[in-house]
C-alpha cells in the first residue's frame, strides 16, 4: 500500500495549486482521505478531508472558501485545489487514508491514521 501526494510547488502569493493524492495497493473509494500540512518547527494539522460515503466534506475553519477537497473514483485519486495561497500556506503537505468512515472528518492527527503518504512541498513565496 503506497500513498504519494503530488501537485506542490513555489507560487507567489495569491496563486492557486491543486494536489494530487495517488494510490497504489489501496482503493481510496472506500476510504476517507484526509489532507494534513506540517510547517517548520509547527505540529502536523488538518486541511481537509473527505468521507467514503456519503461524499462530505470537512474543512480547516481559516481554511474554509480557499481551498476545496474532491475524489475521482475512476481514477483512484483524491485532490485538494489551493487558492489565494499565503506565506503561511507554507508546508509539506500529505495525504492520509483511514477505513473508519468519519474518522478523519475531525481533521485531528490521529496515531493511529491507516495509512500516511509521503508528502509534497508547498512553498508560498514572492
Known amino acids: 500500500v503506497q500513498l504519494q501526494a503530488s501537485g506542490g510547488g513555489l507560487v507567489q502569493p495569491g496563486g492557486s495549486l491543486r494536489l494530487s493524492c495517488a494510490a497504489s495497493?489501496?482503493?481510496?473509494?472506500?476510504?476517507?482521505i484526509g489532507w494534513f500540512r506540517q510547517a517548520p518547527g509547527k505540529e502536523r494539522e488538518g486541511v481537509a478531508s473527505i468521507s467514503s460515503t456519503p461524499d462530505s466534506a470537512s474543512y480547516e475553519n481559516s481554511l474554509m472558501g480557499r481551498i476545496t477537497i474532491s475524489r475521482d473514483n475512476a481514477k483512484n485519486m483524491v485532490y485538494l485545489q489551493m487558492n489565494k495561497l499565503q506565506p503561511e500556506d507554507t508546508a509539506i503537505y500529505y495525504c492520509?487514508?483511514?477505513?473508519?468512515?468519519?474518522?478523519?472528518?475531525?481533521?485531528?492527527?490521529?496515531?493511529?491514521?491507516?495509512?500516511w503518504g509521503k508528502g509534497t512541498q508547498v512553498t508560498v513565496s514572492s
Open positions: 495497493g489501496l482503493n481510496l473509494a472506500n476510504y476517507d
Open positions: 492520509a487514508a483511514d477505513g473508519r468512515p468519519g474518522y478523519l472528518s475531525t481533521l485531528t492527527v490521529y496515531d493511529d491514521i491507516n495509512h
